[in-house]
């Protein structure tokens, strides 16, 4: 079974809830795919909660909102709408797949990496990139 680990291509399930025990939220968009670990400063908040995670694991995250941006950096998954009307949700990432990323994904991931660095990284989240 493939884990999660620097340069791999991983493949999430995103759901969400107002608490740990009920997952009464639904993101938009429940699939995430990303390339992990390849911000310059090393891993976000959320992909360490991932590392060494195990397809088919699933992780629950408290999340507050004021916290979002730092905690997911460049990656910006589009869940902002789970915090219409609240402060925290409980963020269930449940690992699908977790493949070798090919060269050309790595550098597409690394131009959206230093898109966002800039201010540019077009993503509709709301952090404050110039859309």
Sequence with gaps: MNKVEVMKKVSLELTAGTSDKSMDLAPKYPAFEFIFGLAPEGMTPFEYELLNGKEGEEIVIPLHKQDYGT???HLQPPIMDLFEGREQVFLTARIVSVTKAEN????????????YREGDCGCGCGCGCSI
């Design 71 to 73: 905690f997911f950096e």
């Design 104 to 115: 050309r994904e790595v550098i597409k991931a690394m131009a959206q990496v230093a898109d």
